[in-house]
C-alpha cells in the first residue's frame, strides 16, 4: 500500500468515525468494521462491531460482522497453536485448540483434535472432559441420545483418570438431573459435597434434585425418551417446572379456541398443538402414536437442528410439500403447531392463525409462570 492509498484510507475513517459519534447508524459502523477488515486489522474490527452493537443490538448485519471478526481472531491462533503443536505437542495446547474449534461450532474438528491428542496422551483426563462438554453441547441442542451417551461415557473416563475432577462430577450430575436419573445424579452430588461442602450452586442443585423422583435407572431409556419427545425430564437448575409441563389450564381454553379456528378452514384435514409429549388435536387423529403427530415431532426436530448447523436463526416455519397436500409446521420455544392442508387451500392464512395460537400460548404460559 502507498503513501496516497494509506492517506485515503485514514482519511475515510476519520469521516466515519465522526459520522459514527454525531450521527451513529448501523451502515455507519458497519462501513467503519468493513475497512478495518480490509486492512486486516481483526482488534480494531471487534472494537467497531461491538460499539455498534452497544447501541444497535438488534442489528444482524454487525452481529455478522462480529462473528467474522471474532472468527478471523480464533483462527489466527488457530494457526499458532498448530505451529506450537507440530514442534511441541502437549495437552494444554490440545486442549486449548478444541475449546476454540467447539467456540466456532466446528465438532468434527474437536473430536478429530482430542483424539490426535488421546492417541498421544491417553491419560489426559482433561482432554476427555473437553470431549464431554463438546458432546454435552450438541445434546442440549439437538436433544440426540448418542451425544448425550457419549458425553455420560466421556465424562466417566475423566473421572476414572481423576476422581477428584468437580468439573466432571458437576457436569454429570446435571446431565443425569436433566434426563430424569435421579439416583445417579444424587450419587455424583454426594460426592460433590463431600469435595466441597456448602458450595452454594452444589447445594442448590441438591435441593432441587431431592424434590423430584427417578423416572427410570436405565441411562438408555432415559436418553432415547429425552429424543423421542424433543424435550428434557427438566429445565436447567433453578429454573422451575420441567419443560414440557403444559401452558395452565386457564390457557389451554384459548388454544382450544385457537386449533379449532384453524380446523375450520377449508382444506384443513387435521390440525395439532405439541408441547413436549403432550398433544391437542383435531381432524382425523387416532390416538398419541398417530404418524401425523410423529411426522410433526421429526419434521419440526429436524428443522430446528438444520438452521442451528447451518447458523441461521431458528426455525420458525416452513411447508413440507407432497402428495399428501401441505404439511405445515410452526416452532416457538417448546411448542410445534401442525397443520395438514389439501394443495390449493390457503396456506398464508393457515400459517398466520398457527402463529398466533403458539405465540399467544406461550405468553400466557409465561406469564402465569413469573407470578
Not at 472432559?129 to 458425553?151: I, M, S, W
Not at 432441587?208 to 435407572?217: A, G, L, P
Amino acid at each position: 500500500m502507498n503513501i496516497l492509498q494509506r492517506f485515503k484510507i485514514s482519511r475515510e475513517l476519520a469521516r466515519l468515525e465522526k459520522k459514527a459519534r454525531e450521527t451513529p447508524s448501523p451502515s455507519t459502523y458497519v462501513d467503519m468494521a468493513q475497512v478495518y477488515i480490509n486492512l486486516g486489522m481483526v482488534d480494531q474490527t471487534l472494537r467497531v462491531a461491538e460499539e455498534g452493537l452497544a447501541l444497535f443490538p438488534s442489528s444482524e448485519e454487525l452481529k455478522r460482522v462480529l462473528k467474522f471478526a471474532k472468527k478471523s481472531k480464533l483462527n489466527h491462533r488457530i494457526r499458532e497453536l498448530r505451529s506450537r503443536i507440530n514442534k511441541q505437542p502437549a495437552p494444554v495446547l490440545y486442549r486449548e485448540l478444541a475449546s476454540i474449534y467447539m467456540e466456532l461450532g466446528d465438532f468434527g474438528s474437536v473430536q478429530g483434535t482430542c483424539e490426535e491428542c488421546l492417541r498421544r496422551f491417553p491419560e489426559d483426563d482433561g482432554t476427555w472432559l473437553v470431549l464431554a462438554r463438546a458432546r454435552l453441547k450438541n445434546f442440549y441442542r439437538d436433544l440426540t441420545a448418542q451425544d448425550g451417551l457419549e458425553a455420560v461415557r466421556c465424562l466417566k473416563k475423566a473421572l476414572s483418570l481423576n476422581p477428584a475432577s468437580g468439573a466432571a462430577l458437576r457436569l454429570l450430575a446435571e446431565v443425569f438431573y436433566r434426563v430424569g436419573a435421579i439416583g445417579q445424579a444424587q450419587e455424583y452430588l454426594e460426592k460433590l459435597r463431600g469435595m466441597f461442602p456448602g458450595e452454594k450452586e452444589v447445594e442448590a442443585l441438591w435441593r432441587e434434585v431431592s424434590t423430584k423422583t427417578s423416572r427410570e435407572d436405565d441411562l438408555d431409556v432415559l436418553f432415547r425418551a429425552v429424543e423421542e419427545k424433543g424435550a428434557l425430564a427438566y429445565g436447567p437448575p433453578g429454573s422451575g417446572p420441567k419443560s414440557y409441563t403444559f401452558a395452565p389450564e386457564q390457557a389451554l381454553a384459548g388454544i382450544k379456541k385457537s386449533l379449532a379456528q384453524i380446523a375450520s378452514v377449508d382444506g384443513v384435514q387435521k390440525a395439532a398443538y405439541i408441547k413436549g409429549s403432550k398433544a391437542l388435536v383435531r381432524g382425523e387423529i387416532r390416538d398419541a402414536r398417530d404418524p401425523f403427530l410423529r411426522a410433526a415431532r421429526v419434521i419440526a426436530r429436524s428443522a430446528q437442528r438444520a438452521s442451528r448447523r447451518m447458523d441461521i436463526g431458528n426455525f420458525n416455519k416452513g411447508i413440507v410439500e407432497g402428495p399428501f397436500g401441505n404439511f405445515l409446521i410452526c416452532c416457538l420455544g417448546d411448542v410445534t403447531a401442525s397443520v395438514l392442508v389439501d394443495k390449493g387451500s390457503r396456506v398464508d392464512k393457515v400459517l398466520s392463525l398457527m402463529q398466533d395460537m403458539v405465540a399467544s400460548s406461550l405468553y400466557v404460559a409465561n406469564s402465569e409462570g413469573g407470578r
